[in-house]
């Protein structure tokens, strides 16, 4: 709905920026509130926004949204749009809003997986500002900066936490790290379920509903969840849905690549970016059934409708020569 509502909604560029700067400054927002939930709970042992299970003694930050990888992946996307407005625009606030809330986030949330997806936006935003021209060296030595001040303000509670979430990582044995084991299973027991319903699906979020960690020992007591956005689809709506998907995806990408060549948008740049590092966190942590990856979508679809109209009326406008 979020996808259908933001292209009724918006049809020209003001009513765009609008939308995308409300993006911003309420992720923002809600990295804000993430960042206090954390805080308040070293200081004062509170437990809103914390969740105290799920990676053993370390506190895990999801704030508002649905778990810490969630949040994680959410800031770290929001960390990439401010960084390429920032490269674009040059307003401090875009700055801080990168490094004060969208990498301190990111690294209050622990995850490892948005962690990795985070260094990457920011390589392939390199890339491309090198293309167009737009860093130079004063530029790099602040990003480098407040990269360094977001760095300073969250290592030394959470530098030993991460240490302990790495240690876990062996390629030789995987099993050893007990969230690897957990999407495992869960992983192994879809593709199960894929084969009795592979062309419709099993329908929308229906795993949990075959699945029960009781029937492998009393020590499992949490809910079933498939990580992976492929196989997600692929057990819910079956190679119809997944096919449909990953056309609808395959083709808002294309035709966003297609705009910015014909006319550069740092919005819609900024969009495309943070899509990579969802692209990369929803591997490990599903999304797609809660609301905010629709509204990224929504908005890279109106900004590509927007640009098509305007690039249009400039046809039409165009003196016709004898």
Request: with cysteine; aromatic share 12%; proline share 3%.
């Amino acid at each position: 709905l979020p996808y259908f509502f933001l292209r009724l909604l918006i049809r020209d560029w003001e009513r765009f920026r609008w939308a995308f700067k409300a993006l911003l400054w309420i992720g923002a927002a809600v990295c804000m509130y993430a960042s206090v939930a954390l805080y308040s709970h070293l200081l004062f042992g509170t437990s809103f926004g914390i969740d105290l299970e799920q990676y053993g003694d370390m506190p895990a930050t999801y704030g508002l949204q649905f778990e810490p990888n969630i949040l994680g992946a959410y800031s770290a996307a929001l960390a990439i749009m401010m960084l390429v407005m920032y490269l674009h625009q040059r307003e401090r606030k875009y700055l801080i809003g990168y490094a004060g809330f969208g990498l301190v986030t990111l690294g209050v949330s622990l995850s490892r997986a948005a962690l990795g997806a985070a260094a990457v936006g920011i390589g392939v935003i390199a890339i491309v500002a090198l293309r167009r021209r737009l860093i130079n060296r004063q530029i790099i030595l602040r990003v480098v900066a407040a990269t360094l001040g977001a760095f300073l303000l969250v290592a030394p509670v959470f530098l030993p936490y991460y240490t302990q979430r790495f240690a876990t990582i062996d390629i030789s044995d995987p099993t050893t790290d007990p969230n690897t084991v957990t999407r495992a299973v869960q992983v192994l027991s879809a593709l199960d379920e894929v084969e009795k319903h592979p062309i419709f699906g099993g329908g929308v979020s229906s795993f949990q509903l075959a699945f029960d960690w009781q029937t492998l020992g009393t020590e499992w007591e949490d809910q079933g969840w498939i990580g992976n956005t492929e196989l997600r689809v692929l057990h819910d709506t079956g190679i119809v849905g997944l096919l449909v998907f990953l056309a609808f995806l395959f083709s808002l990408a294309r035709q966003s690549l297609k705009q910015l060549k014909r006319e550069f948008s740092p919005e819609l740049l900024a969009l495309l970016c943070s899509g990579v590092v969802y692209s990369i966190t929803f591997q490990a942590t599903e999304g797609t059934l809660l609301a905010f990856p629709w509204v990224q979508l929504g908005l890279i679809g109106c900004a590509v409708s927007v640009m098509r109209q305007e690039g249009q009326h400039e046809l039409l406008a165009e003196p016709v020569s004898a």
